[in-house]
Protein backbone atom coordinates (compact mmCIF):
# COMPACT_ATOMS: atom_id res chain seq x y z
CA UNK A 1 0.00 0.00 0.00
CA UNK A 2 1.65 3.41 -1.01
CA UNK A 3 2.07 6.31 1.13
CA UNK A 4 -0.98 8.43 -0.86
CA UNK A 5 -3.39 5.51 -0.54
CA UNK A 6 -2.54 5.22 3.68
CA UNK A 7 -2.64 9.01 3.65
CA UNK A 8 -6.21 9.08 1.86
CA UNK A 9 -7.47 6.17 4.17
CA UNK A 10 -6.51 8.04 7.67
CA UNK A 11 -8.19 11.28 5.99
CA UNK A 12 -11.27 8.96 5.61
CA UNK A 13 -10.65 7.64 8.92
CA UNK A 14 -10.68 10.64 10.50
CA UNK A 15 -13.50 12.11 8.36
CA UNK A 16 -15.80 9.69 9.47
CA UNK A 17 -14.72 9.96 12.98
CA UNK A 18 -15.02 13.88 13.05
CA UNK A 19 -18.81 12.75 11.56
CA UNK A 20 -19.86 10.49 14.06
CA UNK A 21 -18.56 13.14 16.67
CA UNK A 22 -20.53 16.02 15.86
CA UNK A 23 -23.25 13.74 15.09
CA UNK A 24 -23.45 12.38 18.47
CA UNK A 25 -22.94 16.13 19.75
CA UNK A 26 -26.30 17.38 17.87
CA UNK A 27 -27.82 14.76 19.20
CA UNK A 28 -26.73 15.53 22.76
CA UNK A 29 -27.88 19.07 22.13
CA UNK A 30 -30.81 17.85 20.69
CA UNK A 31 -31.35 15.39 23.45
CA UNK A 32 -30.88 18.40 26.40
CA UNK A 33 -32.70 21.20 24.22
CA UNK A 34 -35.84 18.78 24.47
CA UNK A 35 -35.50 18.22 28.15
CA UNK A 36 -35.00 21.70 29.03
CA UNK A 37 -38.40 22.57 26.80
CA UNK A 38 -40.40 19.93 28.96
CA UNK A 39 -38.83 21.06 31.95
CA UNK A 40 -39.92 24.28 30.97
CA UNK A 41 -43.51 23.56 30.40
CA UNK A 42 -44.19 20.85 33.11
CA UNK A 43 -42.90 23.93 35.38
CA UNK A 44 -45.18 26.15 33.69
CA UNK A 45 -47.93 23.84 34.18
CA UNK A 46 -47.42 23.20 37.94
CA UNK A 47 -46.99 26.91 38.25
CA UNK A 48 -50.32 27.91 36.63
CA UNK A 49 -51.81 25.02 38.72
CA UNK A 50 -51.07 26.14 41.88
CA UNK A 51 -51.74 29.87 41.08
CA UNK A 52 -55.08 28.25 40.12
CA UNK A 53 -55.74 26.66 43.37
CA UNK A 54 -53.79 28.43 46.12
CA UNK A 55 -55.19 32.07 45.19
CA UNK A 56 -58.70 32.21 46.50
CA UNK A 57 -61.42 31.51 44.44
CA UNK A 58 -62.95 34.55 45.44
CA UNK A 59 -60.19 36.73 43.64
CA UNK A 60 -60.52 34.47 40.65
CA UNK A 61 -62.51 36.16 37.97
CA UNK A 62 -63.88 34.01 34.87
CA UNK A 63 -61.14 35.58 32.38
CA UNK A 64 -57.99 34.75 35.54
CA UNK A 65 -59.08 31.27 35.79
CA UNK A 66 -59.50 30.43 32.10
CA UNK A 67 -56.20 32.55 31.57
CA UNK A 68 -54.50 30.19 34.18
CA UNK A 69 -56.33 26.94 32.41
CA UNK A 70 -55.34 28.01 29.10
CA UNK A 71 -51.85 28.18 30.10
CA UNK A 72 -52.56 24.78 31.66
CA UNK A 73 -53.66 23.53 28.56
CA UNK A 74 -50.72 24.55 26.35
CA UNK A 75 -48.42 23.22 28.41
CA UNK A 76 -49.90 20.19 28.51
CA UNK A 77 -49.90 20.43 24.67
CA UNK A 78 -46.21 20.52 24.15
CA UNK A 79 -45.28 18.26 26.35
CA UNK A 80 -47.52 15.80 24.38
CA UNK A 81 -45.15 16.50 21.39
CA UNK A 82 -42.33 16.55 23.22
CA UNK A 83 -43.56 12.73 23.90
CA UNK A 84 -43.05 13.43 27.53
CA UNK A 85 -43.56 10.76 29.60
CA UNK A 86 -45.73 12.41 32.53
CA UNK A 87 -49.43 12.05 32.89
CA UNK A 88 -50.02 14.59 30.35
CA UNK A 89 -53.03 12.74 28.96
CA UNK A 90 -54.69 13.15 32.47
CA UNK A 91 -53.55 16.53 33.09
CA UNK A 92 -54.78 18.15 30.08
CA UNK A 93 -58.21 15.97 30.80
CA UNK A 94 -58.75 17.52 34.01
CA UNK A 95 -57.71 21.05 32.68
CA UNK A 96 -60.34 20.75 30.02
CA UNK A 97 -62.91 19.66 32.42
CA UNK A 98 -62.03 22.27 34.85
CA UNK A 99 -62.55 24.83 31.85
CA UNK A 100 -65.59 23.54 30.85
CA UNK A 101 -66.66 23.97 34.82
CA UNK A 102 -65.87 28.08 34.36
CA UNK A 103 -67.60 28.33 31.27
CA UNK A 104 -70.69 26.74 32.46
CA UNK A 105 -70.69 28.52 35.75
CA UNK A 106 -70.44 25.66 37.43
CA UNK A 107 -66.96 26.24 39.95
CA UNK A 108 -68.20 26.15 43.22
CA UNK A 109 -64.88 26.27 45.42
CA UNK A 110 -65.39 28.25 48.41
CA UNK A 111 -63.99 32.09 49.57
CA UNK A 112 -60.82 32.06 52.06
CA UNK A 113 -60.44 34.88 54.69
CA UNK A 114 -57.34 36.70 54.60
CA UNK A 115 -56.83 36.89 58.39
CA UNK A 116 -53.28 36.70 59.49
CA UNK A 117 -50.01 38.92 58.01
CA UNK A 118 -48.80 35.20 57.10
CA UNK A 119 -51.70 34.59 54.74
CA UNK A 120 -51.76 37.99 53.20
CA UNK A 121 -48.27 38.03 52.66
CA UNK A 122 -48.65 34.49 50.89
CA UNK A 123 -51.61 35.77 48.68
CA UNK A 124 -49.18 38.78 47.82
CA UNK A 125 -46.37 36.74 46.54
CA UNK A 126 -49.10 34.60 44.39
CA UNK A 127 -50.63 37.59 42.92
CA UNK A 128 -47.37 38.66 42.12
CA UNK A 129 -46.44 35.57 40.42
CA UNK A 130 -49.86 35.84 38.33
CA UNK A 131 -48.92 39.36 37.41
CA UNK A 132 -45.52 37.99 36.21
CA UNK A 133 -47.18 35.17 34.72
CA UNK A 134 -49.63 37.03 32.37
CA UNK A 135 -47.00 39.29 31.20
CA UNK A 136 -44.84 36.39 29.80
CA UNK A 137 -47.74 35.45 28.07
CA UNK A 138 -48.21 38.43 26.34
CA UNK A 139 -44.96 38.66 25.43
CA UNK A 140 -44.81 35.68 23.87
CA UNK A 141 -47.74 36.16 21.99
CA UNK A 142 -50.55 33.55 23.69
CA UNK A 143 -52.50 37.02 25.35
CA UNK A 144 -52.94 39.86 23.45
CA UNK A 145 -52.63 43.50 24.09
CA UNK A 146 -55.97 44.81 25.08
CA UNK A 147 -56.60 41.43 27.78
CA UNK A 148 -53.04 41.56 29.37
CA UNK A 149 -53.73 44.97 30.28
CA UNK A 150 -57.23 44.15 31.78
CA UNK A 151 -55.92 41.38 33.55
CA UNK A 152 -52.82 43.11 34.92
CA UNK A 153 -54.94 46.09 36.09
CA UNK A 154 -56.93 43.55 38.13
CA UNK A 155 -54.09 42.13 39.53
CA UNK A 156 -52.60 45.19 40.98
CA UNK A 157 -56.26 45.49 42.56
CA UNK A 158 -56.09 42.33 43.96
CA UNK A 159 -52.87 42.98 45.73
CA UNK A 160 -54.46 46.43 47.38
CA UNK A 161 -57.50 43.90 48.24
CA UNK A 162 -55.16 41.40 49.55
CA UNK A 163 -54.34 44.02 51.80
CA UNK A 164 -57.30 45.61 53.30
CA UNK A 165 -59.00 42.21 53.50
CA UNK A 166 -55.93 41.99 56.59
CA UNK A 167 -56.76 45.38 57.75
CA UNK A 168 -60.28 44.49 58.07
CA UNK A 169 -60.24 41.30 59.46
CA UNK A 170 -57.88 43.41 61.98
CA UNK A 171 -60.17 45.66 62.67
CA UNK A 172 -63.07 42.99 63.70
CA UNK A 173 -60.79 41.72 66.57
CA UNK A 174 -60.34 45.19 67.57
CA UNK A 175 -64.06 45.66 68.16
CA UNK A 176 -64.61 42.57 69.59
CA UNK A 177 -61.84 43.76 72.21
CA UNK A 178 -63.92 46.67 72.62
CA UNK A 179 -60.57 48.70 71.28
CA UNK A 180 -62.23 50.69 68.99
CA UNK A 181 -59.56 53.85 68.33
CA UNK A 182 -57.47 50.92 66.75
CA UNK A 183 -60.59 49.69 64.75
CA UNK A 184 -61.32 52.65 63.07
CA UNK A 185 -57.69 53.27 62.43
CA UNK A 186 -57.41 50.07 60.87
CA UNK A 187 -60.30 50.54 58.83
CA UNK A 188 -58.40 53.78 57.91
CA UNK A 189 -55.50 51.68 56.60
CA UNK A 190 -58.02 49.39 54.24
CA UNK A 191 -59.11 52.91 53.27
CA UNK A 192 -56.12 53.72 51.72
CA UNK A 193 -54.98 50.72 50.51
CA UNK A 194 -58.21 50.21 48.44
CA UNK A 195 -57.26 54.03 47.43
CA UNK A 196 -54.89 52.55 45.32
CA UNK A 197 -57.13 51.38 42.88
CA UNK A 198 -58.98 54.59 42.62
CA UNK A 199 -60.29 53.98 38.90
CA UNK A 200 -61.95 51.01 39.86
CA UNK A 201 -65.66 50.69 40.47
CA UNK A 202 -65.29 48.55 43.84
CA UNK A 203 -62.56 49.88 44.93
CA UNK A 204 -64.47 53.31 45.33
CA UNK A 205 -67.33 51.85 46.76
CA UNK A 206 -65.19 50.03 49.41
CA UNK A 207 -63.37 53.32 49.62
CA UNK A 208 -67.11 55.05 50.76
CA UNK A 209 -68.25 51.88 52.86
CA UNK A 210 -64.85 52.40 55.25
CA UNK A 211 -65.42 55.95 55.88
CA UNK A 212 -68.88 55.15 56.48
CA UNK A 213 -67.90 52.53 58.99
CA UNK A 214 -65.19 54.69 60.38
CA UNK A 215 -68.11 57.34 61.05
CA UNK A 216 -70.19 54.67 62.76
CA UNK A 217 -67.39 53.61 64.98
CA UNK A 218 -66.70 56.94 65.76
CA UNK A 219 -70.09 57.93 67.23
CA UNK A 220 -70.27 54.59 68.89
CA UNK A 221 -67.78 55.16 70.16
CA UNK A 222 -68.61 58.43 71.64
CA UNK A 223 -72.26 57.17 72.57
CA UNK A 224 -70.61 54.05 74.78
CA UNK A 225 -72.38 51.73 72.81
CA UNK A 226 -71.81 48.94 69.32
CA UNK A 227 -74.22 48.20 67.79
CA UNK A 228 -72.96 44.40 66.88
CA UNK A 229 -76.11 43.30 64.38
CA UNK A 230 -74.73 46.01 62.12
CA UNK A 231 -71.29 45.09 62.17
CA UNK A 232 -72.33 41.55 61.36
CA UNK A 233 -74.23 42.48 58.32
CA UNK A 234 -71.58 44.62 56.94
CA UNK A 235 -68.62 42.33 57.71
CA UNK A 236 -71.16 40.00 55.35
CA UNK A 237 -70.94 42.47 52.73
CA UNK A 238 -66.98 42.99 52.87
CA UNK A 239 -66.91 39.06 52.71
CA UNK A 240 -68.84 39.12 49.65
CA UNK A 241 -67.18 41.83 48.46
CA UNK A 242 -65.72 40.23 44.84
CA UNK A 243 -68.43 37.47 44.16
CA UNK A 244 -71.43 39.80 44.60
CA UNK A 245 -70.88 43.60 43.41
CA UNK A 246 -75.18 44.07 43.75
CA UNK A 247 -74.72 42.61 47.60
CA UNK A 248 -72.77 46.05 48.36
CA UNK A 249 -74.95 48.16 45.92
CA UNK A 250 -78.15 47.33 47.70
CA UNK A 251 -76.88 48.43 51.25
CA UNK A 252 -78.41 51.53 51.92
CA UNK A 253 -75.58 52.45 53.88
CA UNK A 254 -73.44 52.66 50.50
CA UNK A 255 -75.59 54.74 48.35
CA UNK A 256 -75.03 58.14 47.78
Not at 6 to 15: D, E, F, G, N, R
Not at 55 to 79: F, G, H, V
Not at 91 to 98: D, G, S, V, Y
Amino acid sequence: MDTTTIVLLLAAIVAVSLAIIVFSQMREKARIERVRKMTAQEDAYHKARRLLTDIPAQYLTSDLNLLLLKRMEDACKELSALKSEQPVGQWLENTQQARKEVLEGNDRRPPAKIDSPEKANQIKELLQSLFKLIEAMHKAGRLDAANARKNLKYVLFLVHKTHADLHVFQARDFIRQKQIRKAIHAYHLASTEMGKSSDNPLAKKAVKSFRIRIKELEEMSAEGSMNAENHTRLDKAWDNFLQDDDAWKKKADYDD
